[in-house]
């Protein structure tokens, strides 16, 4: 999508489409997961990465501005919760630093986008 283009819907918003690329690596990841983590760590992690692109979906689809600020605002914090259990998952050796830092720049990247797309909502 162009700075120029109209978004007709969520599937146009680039962060929708990046935060549906981090689902399927967090998805990649966690298969490796010791099979104990099933109902743990891995269900916990896939939850909060589905919950992005979820959240930007249904904010947009409100066609309320100020709910879909706040869809926003619940789609940082599951990037925020994401990125600790990324923290948490190495610090277990479940997955290695490289592994993380790969999902992690993902999420970083998704995280500004949408505090870019709250302020530009905002009118900031």
Known sequence: MTSKSIVQGFRDLLVWQKSMLLVKQTYFLTRQFPNDERFGLISQMRRAAVSIPSNIAEGQARH??????QFIS?????????ETQLEIAVDLGYCTPSQ???????AEDIRKMLNGLRRRLQGL
């Open 100 to 106: 993380k830092e790969f999902v992690l720049a993902l």
């Open 64 to 69: 309320s501005t100020g709910e879909f600020i």
């Open 74 to 82: 619940n789609a940082e914090g599951s990037v925020a919760e994401l």
